[in-house]
Nanobody, 119 residues
């Protein structure tokens, strides 16, 4: 059974940094591209960063320069480093494995990790 377990969120202040983690089990992690998503209350979940099987990364424009996605295949763990936190980063972050067109994900969602940035 596939499990995606996000962690590392919490309460932070503007300008702080956080590193989110996503530990996966139940499938061959290194064979899949992985992504981070975020979902604010009342809004659709949106893709923010992707890392391919061979380490190529892409980001949405509004997070470029502040978000860094990485992976450690030996630990089956995905990371998201968020620097220079802003209040608009406040939301729940999720990880998953996207299909090649990035239009869908392969697995059920985990519980996510809440990031709250206060001024």
């Amino acid at each position: 059974q596939v499990q995606l377990v996000e962690s590392g969120g919490g309460l932070a202040q503007i300008g702080d940094s956080l590193r989110l983690s996503c530990e996966v089990s139940g499938y061959i992690f290194r064979f899949y591209a992985m992504s981070w998503y975020r979902q604010a209350p009342g809004k659709q979940r949106e893709l923010v960063a992707v890392i391919t099987e061979d380490g190529h990364v892409t980001y949405t424009d509004d997070v470029k320069g502040r978000f860094t996605i990485s992976r450690e295949n030996a630990k089956r763990t995905l990371y998201l480093q968020i620097d220079s936190l802003r209040t608009e980063d406040t939301t729940v972050y999720y990880c998953n494995a996207p299909n090649p067109s990035r239009s869908k994900v392969y697995f059920s969602w985990g519980q996510g990790t809440q990031v709250t940035v206060s001024s």
